[in-house]
């Protein structure tokens, strides 16, 4: 979408906080959720300074930040997600690198990254654990247990060479590379390695969904959000075989979809349901399996 937010400024109101209420107004109009929000983040990206300096310095902008400014709030006005043009999103205690073509991680996989912690302290410690992450994307999971558990190594996997590519660049930015290895790989890795724990948050949103996503969520990259007709055709892959990767008494984390707790509950498998915790919004959200052998 062309926008030029230069003829909604008078001359004199080139000031950071005025082009900042035209930027809002203008993502309002084009029925962007927190219209100001997303101004902000928006130009402090550009401005490379935080949103508070924003409004503290409210210096007056140079006339080559105008055009550049435009540009961005036209793609977000197009539903290109924030993410996807400021290149970044915070996951968990980091910042991750993210683009076109890979999943933006949500905040509700923060859940599965602290139950592996914690079930990595109660039942592996200090024992250094070889930890599976079956459909890394970006490698918010990966990069984050590496992080969180020091006595780790991670396998990831991934069928997208566009997410191996970016999450080898967020285990670089968090010098976490050493402990991960990346595959691409059809949900599991070659050979026959067995782990401690496996990771997962696996597409599984029904097909037939879709189409009736947020133009925003559209934008992200089919492969990572579909599961398939009823939206478990990965999650039955993963529970059908993730037995054969774990050590006996090893344990599966899997992010599942807001529907899909009395599946995972019915679903005859090698390992044992210890639990499902829920998300900050109640819905059972992380099923936690055990191979009990
Ligand atoms: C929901 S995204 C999760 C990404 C990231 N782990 C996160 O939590 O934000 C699912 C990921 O699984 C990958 N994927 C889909 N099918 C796969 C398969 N059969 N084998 C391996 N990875 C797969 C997608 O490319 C995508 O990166």
């Given at each position: 979408m062309r926008f030029q937010l230069q003829k909604f400024l008078p001359n004199n109101r080139r000031y950071s906080t005025e082009i900042l209420k035209a930027g809002s107004r203008f993502l309002k109009e084009n029925g962007v959720e927190e219209p100001r929000r997303n101004a902000e983040i928006l130009l402090s990206h550009l401005l490379k300074k935080p949103v508070h300096r924003i409004y503290a310095d409210d210096e007056r902008i140079t006339r080559g930040i105008l055009p550049a400014y435009s540009k961005l709030l036209g793609k977000r006005a197009s539903h290109t997600p924030l993410q996807y043009i400021t290149g970044k999103v915070d996951f968990y205690k980091y910042v991750f690198s993210v683009e076109k073509g890979v999943l933006i991680p949500r905040p509700e996989t923060e859940i599965l990254v602290e139950k592996a912690v914690s079930v990595y302290k109660e039942y592996f410690l200090p024992v250094r654990a070889r930890i599976l992450d079956i459909g890394?994307?970006?490698g918010n999971i990966a990069v984050s247990l590496a992080k969180e558990i020091k006595n780790c190594s991670i396998a990831a996997t991934d069928i997208s060479l566009k997410a191996l590519k970016v999450s080898h660049c967020n285990a670089l930015r968090h010098k976490v590379k050493s402990k991960i290895k990346f595959y691409k790989s059809d949900i599991f890795p070659p050979g026959k390695s067995r782990f401690h724990m496996i990771v997962s948050n696996p597409p599984?949103?029904?097909?037939?969904d879709i189409a009736g996503l947020d133009e925003d969520v559209k934008r992200e990259p089919l492969t990572a959000l579909s599961g398939g007709r009823d939206g478990t055709s990965v999650i039955r892959k993963i529970l059908g075989r993730a037995d054969v990767f774990l050590h006996e008494k090893g344990f599966l984390l899997m992010e599942i979809g807001y529907n899909q707790a009395d599946f995972i509950r019915s679903f005859k498998c090698g390992m044992k349901l210890t639990g499902i915790e829920r998300d900050l919004a109640g819905i059972e959200r992380v099923a936690v399996f055990r191979k009990t052998g």
């Open positions: 890394s994307g970006c599984y949103i029904p097909l037939a």
